[in-house]
């Protein structure tokens, strides 16, 4: 089982609900994509009813874990207070701490991503740092004591998948903690490729919440985190240049 | 005195304190937090934290994120 912070997860599949048109629909994908994890920002009151008023009731219902994340930050130091006020809020120390470099592509600043995890390790958080898919990056958030890692496949929000497969191999191989492949996903199969590159779990929001039926597309994501997890333990056979027969050569008929 | 909430500026009485502005501005107390000038205002410290004019007062709660 999944295990982050010391708590277990049976669903490897964590969910953002950025992006849904209305909170039915997200209800009804929360419900069918079966994640016990949902992330959620933190926003002024006033912009944040006339969004998503009842939000967290809706979550209450779903029975889900509420990760609050930092998303719009562009400073270490803004990420900390943002953080902080979550932990107040949602009575959490769990945080998917975003730091990002860049309004166009979203990614996360790597020096200012590591300066916020150290202080917020140190402050008590579980921190779960959105971060690149630098190996390096990866592994010195792992030294400062995070919970995880959490390298993006793609930009958030662009649908492009696993930019680099080679590079979350890697970062798999070298940190000894949860790996999440988060952003980036478009669809079922980036989902399933991730699992089968060795990732624990997979972070969706806009693949599901702006899909056509987000309801289905919450199934579909489901089902390939399921069936990547088992290819991924099941062993792959090997690429190869040449075909290698399936059929045997012996007993061929002579005709 | 005058304080800033979320960017909009409101009158208050005279020893308001956040307690009294989260009041004003949301029904629900569950799921929000509390920012004075920058700093985390704990829920426990809301009614006794009194605000003084030309305060920034933040009131946040949970919105869709991912």
Redesign the interface.
């Known amino acids: 089982m999944l295990k982050i912070g010391g708590v277990e997860l049976r669903s490897r599949l964590i969910l953002g609900t950025g992006g849904a048109s209305n909170l039915d629909i997200l209800e009804r994908a929360v419900k069918e994509s079966g994640s016990e994890l949902v992330t959620v920002s933190l926003r002024r009151v006033d912009a944040a009813a006339t969004m998503n008023g009842g939000l967290l009731d809706m979550l209450d219902r779903c029975g889900v874990r509420v990760l609050p994340n930092t998303a719009g930050c562009y400073t270490a130091r803004e990420a900390v207070k943002v953080a902080h006020l979550a932990r107040e809020a949602f009575e959490t120390p769990w945080v998917k701490l975003e730091v990002i470099g860049d309004e166009r592509t979203l990614l996360p600043d790597g020096v200012e991503l590591l300066r916020a995890a150290e202080e917020l390790v140190a402050d008590g958080f579980q921190v779960l740092p959105y971060t690149t898919d630098d190996p390096i990056l990866a592994r010195r958030l792992a030294d400062a004591g995070c919970a995880g890692v959490m390298p993006a496949g793609s930009p958030i929000g662009s649908g492009l998948g696993v930019a680099n497969p080679h590079h979350i191999q890697l970062i798999r191989q070298s940190v000894d903690l949860p790996v999440i492949l988060d952003a980036g996903i478009g669809t079922a199969s980036d989902a399933a490729l991730a699992m089968e590159l060795g990732c624990d779990a997979v972070m969706v929001a806009s693949a599901i919440t702006r899909a056509a039926d987000p309801v289905s597309m919450a199934a579909a994501i489901r089902h390939a985190i399921e069936a990547g997890r088992l290819a991924s333990r099941a062993g792959r056979i090997p690429r190869r240049f040449h075909a290698l027969a399936s059929t045997p050569d012996e007993g061929r008929p002579h005709l | 005195m005058k304080v800033v909430v ?2 909009n500026p409101r009158a208050l009485p005279e020893g308001a304190t956040v307690a009294d502005v989260v009041r004003v ?2 029904s629900v107390a ?6 004075v000038n ?1 700093e ?1 205002v ?2 426990a410290g809301w009614a006794g934290a009194a605000l003084r004019d030309g305060d920034q007062v ?9």
């Open positions: 979320n960017g501005v949301t569950r799921g929000v937090a509390v920012a920058g985390v704990p829920r933040e009131v946040l709660t949970a919105a869709q994120g991912g």
